[in-house]
């Protein structure tokens, strides 16, 4: 069963870029799309975006000029950069997948989760 | 401010049935029936336990159920447990631009 972990700094200054990693163990980053999404403390669930395999990218309309996915196939990672970060994008940040190979319009498999405080 | 709107709570005691709604647009849940819940207990990560309006992940006991109507979508809990207690969040494909919305959550208590 594929099992997801996330990774970074927990911490981030203002205006500084969030900088997050998702290891995929117990399969391969082929053929499936992959996915961030994010919790600010007490409030709910938000979009941030997907990348699928081939490096084909979707992003959240309000968070697109500041977010880039990438993938990194030989570490079976994939990674998300946030720029110019305000205390409005602390959060936990989650990655997730799909349990099939179709578009990613639900996960059935998270992350365990990575709080990232943004302050100075 | 989340893309659907849930209530903030609901409650019901063990053994009763609770039903908790989720009400967007034509754009979103009115539009297809890519609909979907998902449970998180305190500290944990989200649990997908109905996807596509009322279909059921491996393992989801179908005491959960989902339906739709019209821009609303309802999650129901039959035969309550104290361990359903959780916050419960709703989630819609919002079309190619917005792709995928989610509600703001509602927190169950089993009284």
């Known amino acids: 069963q594929v099992q997801l972990q996330e990774s970074g700094p927990g911490l981030v200054k203002p205006s500084e870029t969030l900088s997050l990693t998702c290891t995929v163990s117990?399969?391969?980053?082929?053929?499936?799309?992959w996915s961030w999404i994010r919790q600010p403390p007490g409030k709910g669930l938000e979009w941030i975006g997907y990348?699928?395999?081939?490096?084909?990218?979707n992003y959240n309309p309000s968070l697109k000029s500041r977010v880039t996915i990438s993938l990194d196939m030989s570490k079976n990672q994939f990674s998300l950069k946030l720029s110019s970060v305000t205390a409005a994008d602390t959060a936990v940040y989650y990655c997730?997948?799909?349990?099939?190979?179709?578009?990613?319009?639900?996960?059935?498999?998270w992350g365990q989760g990575i709080l990232v405080t943004v302050s100075s | 401010q989340s893309a659907l709107t849930q209530p903030p709570s609901a409650s019901g005691s063990p053994g009763q049935s609770v039903t908790i709604s989720c009400t967007g647009t034509s754009s979103d849940v009115g539009g297809s029936n890519i609909v979907s819940w998902y449970q998180q207990h305190p500290g944990k990560a989200p649990k997908l336990i109905l996807y596509?309006?009322?279909k059921w992940p491996s393992g989801v006991p179908p005491r959960f159920s989902g339906s739709k109507s019209g821009n609303t979508a309802s999650l129901t809990v039959s035969w309550l447990q104290a361990d359903d207690e959780a916050d419960y969040y709703c989630s819609s494909y919002a079309g190619s631009d917005n792709f995928l919305v989610f509600g703001g959550g509602t927190k169950l208590t089993i009284l």
């Open positions: 990348i699928y395999h081939s490096g084909s990218t």
């Open positions: 997730a997948r799909r349990a099939n190979t179709a578009m990613p319009y639900y996960f059935n498999f």
């Open positions: 117990g399969d391969s980053i082929n053929n499936y799309y």
């Open positions: 596509e309006v009322g």
